[in-house]
Structures are given as structure tokens and as C-alpha cells.
């Protein structure tokens, strides 16, 4: 019976190499020819599944997708003057929530404004502003709802049909 690196602890090897380079980092030499590497990324290449994920690789915090083999890498944001963050899936895989800013999120933006709150489809089309300020964003898990931070310790619900 063939055991799946995917349910297998051997992997993590493997993973963390997909992530670093996901990101831009250095994957180390000995990791590269790992065989769980090699054995991970063709077994996740049959899945199908995509990775979301942020990164500063174009010089400034935009979205990223990939395939979870690590390899087929599209930026979904590419907007040279603002900082796309914090990606958030939606349950059913169609859409992401995200923070995006002109001065960075995090501690920079609470200093010169508050990030906004961005919706877009996974593939990156049909971006809008879901509210003007707001940061913390998680799904609902039905997928019709977003909870987020409005102001230090206060927290909205937006429903996405209605808009409110």
C-alpha cells in the first residue's frame, strides 16, 4: 500500500522548501535534491490545489497564487504604489479579502491612515474596496460573511449580498 507524503511526516522537508521559495527565499543546497521534495512536488502537482499567499518579491506587499507544487507563480495584485496583505480565502475557493494601503499596513499605516478592506475573485479580477478603513479580515463559513477589525477592539460584520 503506498503511503501519501501528504499524510506523511516525512514531508515537512519538502513543504518548507516550497514555502521559501514560494517567497523568495533561499532554499539550501541539500534540500534541493531532497527525495521528499521531489516525491511532494509531484504528488502535489496532481491535486490541483493553489496556494495563496503574500510576498514583496515585486518590491512592494502584493498577492500572489501559485500551484501547490510551487511552481506556476502569478501576481494577482501588481500595483507598484499601494501594499496588498493579509490574504484570506473564501471557503468555497472563489474569492479572497485582503488589506491593501498607500502606506503600508501594520504599524506604518496607523501612523498616516487606515488600511482598507479589498475583495477580488481568486484569479484576481473584479477587485473592490469592501470598506474604507478596516484590517483583520476572516470568512464566515458561509462564505457570505466577513468579520473585521473596524476600529482597537470593535468588530463588523459585513454581508457581501446585501452589501452592509
Known amino acids: 500500500m503506498k503511503t501519501s507524503l501528504l499524510t506523511d511526516a516525512s514531508w515537512v522537508l519538502a513543504v518548507v522548501s516550497v514555502a521559501a521559495s514560494a517567497c523568495g527565499g533561499e532554499v539550501p543546497e541539500d534540500?534541493?535534491?531532497?527525495?521528499?521534495?521531489?516525491?511532494?512536488?509531484?504528488?502535489?502537482?496532481?491535486?490541483?490545489?493553489k496556494i495563496v499567499y503574500e510576498s514583496?518579491?515585486?518590491?512592494?506587499?502584493?498577492?500572489?497564487?501559485?500551484?501547490?507544487?510551487?511552481?506556476?507563480?502569478?501576481?494577482?495584485?501588481?500595483?507598484?504604489?499601494?501594499?496588498?496583505?493579509?490574504?484570506?480565502?473564501?471557503?468555497?475557493?472563489?474569492?479572497?479579502?485582503?488589506?491593501?494601503?498607500?502606506?503600508?499596513?501594520?504599524?506604518?499605516?496607523?501612523?498616516?491612515?487606515?488600511?482598507?478592506?479589498g475583495l477580488m475573485k481568486i484569479d484576481g479580477t473584479e477587485r473592490k474596496t469592501m470598506v474604507e478603513q478596516g484590517s483583520g479580515a476572516i470568512w464566515h463559513p458561509d462564505g457570505k460573511h466577513v468579520l473585521y477589525g473596524k476600529v482597537p477592539r470593535v468588530f463588523a460584520l459585513r454581508d457581501l449580498e446585501k452589501g452592509t
Open 56 to 117: 514583496r518579491a515585486s518590491g512592494n506587499g502584493d498577492i500572489w497564487i501559485m500551484s501547490a507544487d510551487g511552481t506556476e507563480k502569478r501576481n494577482l495584485t501588481n500595483t507598484p504604489d499601494a501594499d496588498e496583505v493579509y490574504p484570506r480565502v473564501s471557503p468555497d475557493g472563489t474569492r479572497i479579502v485582503f488589506a491593501f494601503g498607500k502606506y503600508g499596513v501594520g504599524h506604518k499605516a496607523h501612523e498616516k491612515g487606515k488600511p482598507a478592506l
Open 31 to 49: 534540500w534541493k535534491d531532497a527525495p521528499e521534495q521531489a516525491a511532494l512536488r509531484a504528488e502535489l502537482a496532481q491535486t490541483g490545489f
